[in-house]
C-alpha cells in the first residue's frame, strides 16, 4: 500500500504546475483561435457593408431586434470583444459576449431547423463550448487580467 502512495505521490507531483502553465497556453490558444475567428467575420462585415445589410434585412433572423440593429451590434462585437480575448483583459466577460453573439449567429441562421443545417452551424458549436471553457477556466497567466491581479495584490 505504501507503494501506491509513493508512485502516486510521484505521478503528480507536478500537476500543479503543469495545470497552470498548461491550462495558461491552453486558455491563450483558445482566445486567440476564437477570437481570430470573429474579427475575421467583423472584418468581412464592416468591408462591405451593403451586403452585410442586405443579409441582415433578407436572409439572417434575428429575433427581436430590428436588422439594422443587429447589423451594427453584430459587427460591433465580432470587432471589439475579440480584442479582449486577445490581449486577456475582461476575458471573461468578453468570452460570453462572444458565446452570446455566437448563439444568436447560430438561432439567426434561415435553415437551422430544416434538414439542411449549414455545416458552419458545426464550427459555431465548437467556438460556442471553446468559448465556454476560457468563460469557466480563465485567461490564464498570459493576459492583461493576470498582470493587473499580481498588480493589485503586490
Same mark, same amino acid.
Given at each position: 500500500m505504501k507503494n501506491l502512495f509513493v508512485l502516486h505521490r510521484l505521478s503528480t507531483r507536478y500537476?500543479?504546475?503543469l495545470g497552470d502553465w498548461g491550462g495558461s497556453l491552453a486558455s491563450l490558444a483558445i482566445r486567440l483561435y476564437v477570437g481570430w475567428q470573429?474579427?475575421?467575420a467583423g472584418l468581412v462585415k464592416v468591408n462591405d457593408w451593403g451586403s452585410t445589410l442586405a443579409l441582415f434585412h433578407d436572409e439572417y433572423k434575428v429575433p427581436l431586434l430590428p436588422?439594422?440593429?443587429a447589423a451594427y451590434m453584430g459587427a460591433a462585437g465580432e470587432?471589439? =470583444?475579440p480584442l479582449l480575448l486577445f490581449?486577456?483583459?475582461f476575458s471573461r466577460p468578453a468570452a460570453l459576449g462572444l458565446f452570446l453573439v455566437n448563439a444568436m449567429a447560430v438561432i439567426s441562421y434561415?435553415? =437551422?431547423f430544416s434538414?439542411?443545417?449549414p455545416a458552419a452551424v458545426n464550427d459555431h458549436l465548437y467556438w460556442g463550448i471553446l468559448l465556454l471553457v476560457v468563460v469557466a477556466i480563465g485567461p490564464g497567466?498570459?493576459?492583461l487580467d493576470a498582470l493587473i491581479g499580481r498588480k493589485r495584490l503586490g
Open positions: 500537476d500543479e504546475a470573429f474579427m475575421k436588422p439594422d440593429l470587432l471589439a =470583444l490581449v486577456g483583459l434561415p435553415q =437551422l434538414f439542411e443545417c497567466r498570459f493576459s
